[in-house]
């Protein structure tokens, strides 16, 4: 069965610092582009970011743009959100999402993990 | 960014009746090359991951009960479930994927039993 699970979420100052990992299980992981997508609490679900099957593309939402940063370690079976300077706006579930095509784009999120808890607070 | 509007915010239906949900796209999501909708809705139960519903607009993905059916075209969808079950009590979602890497989604619409 294919599953994804993620860690590493926590409770962090405004400003503070972050990785995630989401290791995935049943699939090809190195066949397919991955994203994030956090839940917002009052605004729904937000994609956040993605990476393609090699990891050489990068795509991010211009929210965190230029603070956060997407990788994966196909020989591990496992993406990673490092997230830097983390806002209280950051605060959120963050899901680890399969995407239905190997370079991203325009795709779908036909699996996803069951989140990690990132909460940003003073 | 293209902006998904969904409506009603939270819909309230009686067990066996028809629920309908609403997804207005700010341009459209009709590609002129394949003539296709690139708009997806999601199903986010309690406790659970969200799960993918419905891809292309109206093609349901493998294992989706039949009483749930996507339609619509351009800027105008609609998500309906022909008879609500108790395990349909979620928050459902549109999602747009036209923009290329640039994904949004619906504020949610959370369904309840009446």
């Not at chain 1, 699939?27 to 605004?43: C, D, I, P, Q």
């Not at chain 2, 609403?22 to 090359?33: A, I, T």
Request: charged fraction near 15%; proline fraction near 3%; aromatic fraction near 10%.
């Amino acid at each position: 069965e294919a599953q994804l699970a993620e860690s590493g979420g926590g409770v962090v100052q405004p400003g503070g610092s972050l990785r995630l990992s989401c290791v995935a299980s049943g699939f090809s992981f190195g066949t397919h582009a991955m994203s994030w997508v956090r839940l917002v609490s009052g605004k729904g679900l937000e994609w956040v970011s993605e990476v393609s099957l090699s990891g050489g593309t990068t795509n991010y939402a211009v929210f965190v743009k230029g603070r956060f940063t997407i990788s994966r370690d196909n020989s591990k079976n496992t993406l990673y959100l490092q997230m830097n300077s983390l806002r209280v706006e950051d605060t959120g579930i963050y899901y680890c999402t399969k995407e239905t095509t190997p370079i991203g784009g325009n795709s779908l999120f036909d699996l996803w993990g069951h989140g990690t808890l990132v909460t940003v607070s003073s | 960014d293209i902006v998904m509007t969904q409506s009603p915010d939270s819909l309230a239906v009686s067990l066996g009746a028809r629920a309908t949900i609403n997804c207005r796209s700010s341009q459209s999501l009709l590609h002129g090359s394949n003539n296709k909708n690139y708009l997806a809705w999601y199903q986010h139960r309690p406790g659970q991951p969200p799960k993918l519903l419905i891809s292309w607009a109206s093609t349901r993905e493998s294992g989706v009960p039949g009483r749930f059916s996507g339609s619509g075209s351009g800027t105008d969808f609609t998500l309906t479930i022909s008879s609500l079950q108790a395990e349909d009590v979620a928050v459902y979602y549109c999602q747009q994927y036209y923009t290329s890497s640039m994904y949004t989604f619906g504020q949610g619409t959370k369904l309840e039993i009446k």
